[in-house]
């Protein structure tokens, strides 16, 4: 069992932040990043809202400049999977699907979210070229087009309104008829000469020979099918929070992204959550780094109180 300060689990932008604050402070930190550390960003076409990141760097390209920065202040990223995480008491124990357990007083849960995906063969097909679950990421890079917009929440109806700064026109997809999102959006979208709504449709298949030319949907209730032309399509059928570390040790929210307060500070004390897994509506990756940043300065904080009240023996 190797002792640490904090485990931080997780190495996208918020653990990998986190990670920078906590050393910087003096904390000695594992930061199991898991078999292919990096989160949501390997998966990102162009990144061109980060600040400082110019040159509009991949996704993979900025997660790996975080990775490099981490290295230079000699944090190692352990790339395993963290495969049991017990935090009954503390110290607080991570066991790896390789077998080596890490305790600590202090855990950052930093495992992020994932995109809900359709689940279409095509979908996996163009996803990166021409589908892509982010507008704000990616929305640019239709300027001029034609898009679709798959779901009826929020996310949907704001894509698709932020999307008609720079696409020609959008085809609003959403499965029912009426719109689970906020009703001053809804009348926002039906307003917008840009935006086509395609109601009471689900999607069937992703078309295109290389690149992504439409999207055929089927409507459920005649049976019709026919295609959307669009060169790219963004799907906001809202994410999944990856929670299996912590379920039912932790609270978690209607949605089952973790609780917790304005300081990262979860149900349990010591233990503190930071990034998408504990926020479902930013998801941005600034968002996460600096709540990954809260999170470590929190936890500093907290470990300091630990030591003064609990003062190490004299020999
Ligand atoms: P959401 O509210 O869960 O909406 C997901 C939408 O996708 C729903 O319309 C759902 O259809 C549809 N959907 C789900 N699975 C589908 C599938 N397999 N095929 C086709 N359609 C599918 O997710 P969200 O819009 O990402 O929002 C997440 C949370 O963030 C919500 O609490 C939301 O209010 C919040 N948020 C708020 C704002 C704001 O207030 N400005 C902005 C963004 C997000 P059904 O409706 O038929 O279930």
Redesign the pocket.
């Known amino acids: 069992m190797i002792q640490k300060d904090i485990i931080i689990i997780g190495a996208g932008p918020a653990g990998c932040t986190a990670a920078i604050y906590a050393s910087r402070s003096g904390f000695d930190c594992a930061l199991i990043g898991g078999s292919v550390p990096g989160g949501q960003l390997l998966y990102t076409n162009s990144i061109e809202n980060f600040p400082g990141a110019t040159g509009a760097p991949s996704g993979f390209e900025l997660i790996d400049r975080i990775h490099k920065q981490t290295a230079q202040l000699g944090i190692e990223i352990i790339r395993d999977n963290a495969d049991r995480l017990e935090l009954d008491k503390p110290p607080y124990v991570a066991t790896l699907a390789g077998g080596q357990q890490y305790c600590a007083p202090i855990v950052i849960v930093a495992t992020g979210a994932n995109a ?1 995906w ?2 279409l063969a095509s979908e996996e097909k163009f996803r990166g070229h021409g589908v892509s679950s982010c507008a704000t990421c990616d929305g640019f890079f239709q300027k001029g087009r034609d898009v679709c917009v ?7 109806l ?1 894509d698709a309104i932020f999307l008609t700064k720079f696409v020609n026109k959008v085809y609003l997809v ?3 008829y009426e ?4 009703e001053i ?1 809804v009348a926002a979208a039906k307003a917008n000469p840009k935006i086509e709504l395609a109601l009471d449709s ?2 069937v298949e992703f078309t295109g020979a290389d690149a992504l030319d439409g999207l055929k949907v089927k409507n459920i209730k005649t049976g019709a099918e026919r295609t959307l032309a669009c060169s790219g399509a963004f799907v ?4 999944i929070p990856n929670i299996n570390l912590v379920k039912g040790q932790l609270e978690l929210d209607t ?1 089952n992204y973790i609780r917790a307060d304005a300081h990262c500070r979860t149900s349990k004390d010591g233990v503190f959550a930071a990034g998408d897994v504990m926020d ?2 930013y998801r941005q990756a600034v968002i996460a780094a600096a709540s990954g940043a809260r999170a470590a300065i929190a936890a500093g904080h907290y470990l300091q109180n630990l030591a003064s009240r609990c003062p190490a023996k004299q020999p």
């Open positions: 809900r359709l689940g798959i779901g009826g929440g929020n996310t949907a704001e959403h499965r029912r719109f689970r999102a906020d959006l689900v999607p906001a059928i809202g994410t949605e479902p509506y």
